[in-house]
């Protein structure tokens, strides 16, 4: 579900789509993929906790990577 919401929130941020379109992958491209392009992975995920157990929320660390033919683009 927050996979989603990165994606969403990546994807419709007109900095990012100028360049990517919305050429957002998880974990890894695919071959195929035009440049440029990024990959995210989710690295983390924290589950919080109350007193009296698990609260239900979660804080999570993704990463990203951008990939074009130069650094200008």
Do not use: C, W
């Not at 996979?3 to 990517?20: E, I, K, M």
């Not at 974990?27 to 392009?37: R, T």
């Not at 589950?47 to 650094?71: K, P, R, V």
């Amino acid at each position: 579900m927050i996979d989603a919401a990165l994606f969403s929130l990546v994807t419709s941020a007109t900095g990012v789509t100028t360049y990517t379109s919305s050429r957002l992958f998880p974990q890894m491209a695919p071959e195929s993929a035009v440049l440029p392009y990024m990959v995210y992975d989710k690295i983390n995920v924290d589950h919080e906790h109350h007193m009296e157990g698990a609260s239900g929320l979660a804080t999570a660390t993704f990463l990203i990577d951008g990939f074009a033919n130069s650094y200008s683009t």
